[in-house]
């Protein structure tokens, strides 16, 4: 019978929550790493056992733990990210000059077929690679000495680089999010690249159609088709049918089209989720009331999924990383919240159950299928 | 010479040591100290000082024999306390979170 993991990084370390298919009754394990901030952990999709986390504190700096056997026991692997060359300056919030700082990574991202290969998107912005199993990393600096580099500008967060989506289709082609500077794409494996920001339009830039200055929170896609991305913007729900070259809003009636999380249903490429959050001064759900927003078009007709999620008084957030799917049939839909719950539907989004609680505030979920 | 170096507890769990831990070196100072344990504990480099710089980290502070050494320039001699090992070098956690 197949099993789901799940990988939970939160504010004071990371859990692994697991079950089997009918995902009713699940074991937790944690905390690994007690204390520290795992802003998020994935497992390769070519070894499931091997699993990568981003481990980081304001004390100690960044260390990055692999697992190779599913999560029981960790290691520490390479944790040195040097900007390749001179690392140069970008846009301090203030509009002056900045030097490039690293100060920690934001996702690691697998390989689709080589265990060996991870990539990790860090704050201050830029693309790292390992093909070393993590044990070290060189820069991909095509990105950020892409002209628009010493321009770009952090979001509240800071300057990170949170979403890199590799195309199963075409192994030259990744598309990568930067807060705020916007969404990228290379066709050459990382050499060049390119943003992907048109029909994006942000009112709080100086021109709201900028080619840079977007702060793009997540971006979602399904892996049949590639060339079709979905975004959850600061404030717009996007969606692509070219690659990026081009995109169109797609909030319709969803009550706010705030938000941070974004993700596709595994069978149907034109389900999404979304959950909706009241404003960027107010990071939580509006009234109080937790709803994952469900498309069976691919955006503008929404439905509010509501069962077995509170419905008063909850004033929670859920972060970028925080969402995610598994592939069996029924697929499963997870997400986390900054009051630690931990949240799973088993049929598609029609209703929910709390996993876990009282975690620590949660900053990532992925999950892995597991035959 | 045998100093001693008392870790913070989470640099002591990545490190997978209980309580203190000693080094051999040549002449004590913070610098040839610190080289010496990133050297025995690889995983504990970058999280005490800066991987390249080797500045020492914002939030961490280097104590000794009731003086707070984390001023002092990396090559400075440790008090003779602790480099006949004596007293141990403090790695200190800042306190901080209000």
Redesign the interface.
């Known amino acids: 019978m197949s099993e789901v993991r799940v990988l939970v990084g939160t504010r004071k370390g990371a859990f692994v929550l697991t079950s089997d298919g009918k995902r009713e009754s699940w074991t937790v394990d944690g905390p690994h790493f ?3 901030e795992i802003y998020h952990m994935k497992g390769s999709p070519a070894d499931p056992n091997r699993i990568y986390a981003s481990q980081t ?7 990055v733990q692999r697992s190779d056997d599913g999560g029981a026991t960790w290691n ?1 692997v390479g ?2 990210f ?1 900007y390749d060359g001179e690392a140069g300056t970008h846009q301090w919030y203030d509009g002056t000059p900045h030097p490039w700082e690293f100060k920690r990574a934001w996702h690691i991202e697998p390989s689709l077929t080589d265990p060996e290969t991870v990539y990790a998107g860090v704050e201050d912005a830029a693309l790292f690679r390992s093909a070393d199993a993590g044990n070290s990393w060189q820069e991909l600096p095509g990105l950020r000495r892409h002209g628009s580099g010493p321009h770009w500008q952090p979001g509240a967060g800071g300057m990170c680089l949170h979403t890199i989506l590799l195309d199963p289709k075409d192994p030259k082609r990744m598309y990568i999010a930067i807060s705020a500077a916007g969404a990228f794409r290379t066709d050459d494996g990382g050499e060049t690249w390119k943003p992907i920001n048109r029909g994006l339009r942000s009112e709080f830039i100086p021109d709201p159609t900028a080619e840079v200055g977007h702060c793009v929170h997540h971006i979602a896609m399904h892996p049949s088709r590639p060339g079709v991305l979905f975004m959850q913007k600061h404030w717009d729900v996007m969606r692509s049918d070219d690659a990026g070259d081009n995109w169109t809003e797609v909030s319709g009636n969803l009550p706010t089209d705030f938000g941070f999380a974004i993700d596709v249903h595994a069978h149907e490429p034109e389900t999404i989720y979304v959950v909706p959050i009241k404003s960027d001064g107010e990071h939580f759900p509006l009234e109080g009331k937790l709803r994952v927003y469900r498309s069976r078009s691919g955006g503008n007709e929404w439905e509010p999924l509501t069962k077995g999620l509170p419905q008063e008084n909850c004033y929670v957030n859920v972060l970028r990383d925080a969402m995610a799917v598994d592939s069996l049939d029924r697929c499963g839909i997870y997400f986390g919240t900054t009051g630690g719950q931990v949240y799973v539907s088993a049929d598609a989004g029609d209703s929910w159950a709390p996993i876990v609680r009282d975690l620590p505030a949660v900053l990532s979920v992925e999950v892995q299928t597991l035959p | 010479m045998r100093v001693r170096i008392l870790l ?1 507890a ?2 002591r ?2 490190a997978r040591v209980q309580g203190e831990v000693t080094v051999e070196v040549e002449s004590a100072t913070v610098r040839s100290v610190l080289d010496a344990v990133e050297a025995r504990y690889p ?1 504990l ?4 000082r800066d ?2 710089t080797k500045e020492r ?1 914002a ?2 502070r280097f104590f000794a024999c009731e003086q707070d050494l984390s001023h002092e320039p990396p090559d400075a001699p440790l008090p003779e306390a602790v480099a006949s090992g004596k007293e141990p070098l403090l790695v200190i ?2 306190v ?1 979170g209000g």
């Open positions: 007690a204390g520290w504190s304001g004390w100690f700096g960044q260390v520490p944790n040195k040097a | 913070p989470h640099l769990v990545l995983m480099e970058g999280t005490i991987h390249t980290r939030f961490l956690g800042a901080a």
